[in-house]
Nanobody, 119 residues
Framework: QVQLVESGGGLVQAGGSLRLSCVAS????????MGWYRQVLGKQREVVAV???????NYADFVKGRFTISRDNAKNTVYLQMNSLKPEDTAVYYC?????????????WGQGTQVTVSS
């Protein structure tokens, strides 16, 4: 099992910045990718950014050039630096870890952290 704990959400004005953190614990050796997703009430959860083993990254088009995902393996932590925030970035942001177990692939999720961007 993997446990994920997010922090760093909050209220910010449009154009501002926030940094989200996600600390992983447990069977972290099974993790091959970590990422951030977001969800607005009534809509599907969508991927924001992913970092894989080897440090390759992918971003959703709507955050390219504004958000940066990174990780610190020594701290078992993944970050999401969010700059130039827009009101439409308002959502609950979830940390995700993809692990490989004997039973197959598994997704782990954090509890979510609210990001609110005011206009």
């Amino acid at each position: 099992q993997v446990q994920l704990v997010e922090s760093g959400g909050g209220l910010v004005q449009a154009g501002g910045s926030l940094r989200l953190s996600c600390v992983a614990s447990g069977s972290i050796s099974s993790i091959y990718a970590m990422g951030w997703y977001r969800q607005v009430l009534g809509k599907q959860r969508e991927v924001v950014a992913v970092v894989r083993s080897g440090d390759s990254t992918n971003y959703a088009d709507f955050v390219k050039g504004r958000f940066t995902i990174s990780r610190d393996n020594a701290k078992n932590t993944v970050y999401l630096q969010m700059n130039s925030l827009k009101p439409e970035d308002t959502a609950v942001y979830y940390c995700n870890a993809k692990g490989l177990r004997s039973s197959g692939l598994v997704d782990y999720w954090g509890q979510g952290t609210q990001v609110t961007v005011s206009s």
